[in-house]
Structure formats: structure tokens, C-alpha cells
């Protein structure tokens, strides 16, 4: 799970892939099952967007859904 500070827009939305999103007071939760390739990829572009993150979560994997656990 990643806490972004703000509110990701559609367009940066789209392009960030298969993940899920929902919208906090002031912040973005986003979360989803991702490959240390695709969350270098999902930094960069939030970085390269102004975007900062504050919060960073790894969850295990459960290995019946390969969702994370929980």
C-alpha cells in the first residue's frame, strides 16, 4: 500500500496500471499486487508527477489468490 499526499487525477490514473485507488481526506491510498519492476514504475511516474509519498506498506502475498493478505 502507498499513501500519496493529494489527489491522483484520471489521466495519472490510467497510466499507472492495474492497481486500486481511494481517495482520503488530503490523500490517495493506492494499492495492488506489483513487481519490484512495475513499483519502480509506479514511483517514478508519481514522482515525476509532484506527487509525494508518505507511506509505503508491503503486504505477503497469499499464495491461493496471489492477492495481497489480509
Given at each position: 500500500m502507498l499513501r500519496i499526499r493529494g489527489i491522483i487525477g484520471p489521466l495519472l490514473r490510467i497510466s499507472l496500471g492495474n492497481v486500486h485507488y481511494r481517495a482520503v481526506p488530503c490523500q490517495t491510498t493506492i494499492t495492488g499486487a506489483l513487481s519490484e519492476a512495475a513499483l519502480h514504475k509506479l514511483l517514478t511516474r508519481?514522482?515525476?508527477?509532484?506527487?509525494?509519498?508518505?507511506?509505503?506498506?508491503?503486504?505477503?502475498?497469499?499464495?491461493?489468490?496471489?492477492?495481497?493478505?489480509?
Open positions: 508519481l514522482d515525476e508527477s509532484g506527487l509525494e509519498v508518505v507511506h509505503l506498506q508491503r503486504f505477503p502475498l497469499r499464495a491461493d489468490t496471489l492477492t495481497p493478505a489480509g
